[in-house]
Nanobody, 124 residues
Framework: QVQLVESGGGLVQAGGSLRLSCAAS????????MGWFRQAPGKGREFVAA????????YYTDSVKGRFTISRDNAKNTMTLQMSSLKPEDAAVYYC?????????????????WGQGTQVTVSS
């Protein structure tokens, strides 16, 4: 079992930056891929970014490319999402997730573990 805890959410003005963190605990040896999803009110969870175990290969949804950066530190069992140039449409609850590999990384159903979510609010 793997436990994930997000932190770093809050209120930020449009154009500002925010750094989200995800701390993993438990049996994390097989969490080959980790990702971030977000959910706005009345919407389903949307894929944001993912990173493979090595930390070298990353994926981003088109709307955040060039603005968000995903990274991980396996020694510390942490993953981060550095968000810059934030827009009001980025406002959502952001979830940290992990999967024991398998290939697909954009589909929420592929992930095995989820954090509780952290709220990101962006004011205009």
């Amino acid at each position: 079992q793997v436990q994930l805890v997000e932190s770093g959410g809050g209120l930020v003005q449009a154009g500002g930056s925010l750094r989200l963190s995800c701390a993993a605990s438990g049996r994390t040896a097989n969490t080959y891929t980790m990702g971030w999803f977000r959910q706005a009110p009345g919407k389903g969870r949307e894929f944001v970014a993912a990173i493979l175990w090595s930390g070298v290969i990353t994926y981003y949804t088109d709307s955040v490319k060039g603005r968000f950066t995903i990274s991980r530190d396996n020694a510390k069992n942490t993953m981060t999402l550095q968000m810059s140039s934030l827009k009001p449409e980025d406002a959502a609850v952001y979830y940290c997730a992990a999967k024991s590999s398998g290939g697909e990384y954009r589909d929420e159903s592929e992930y095995d573990y989820w954090g509780q979510g952290t709220q990101v609010t962006v004011s205009s």
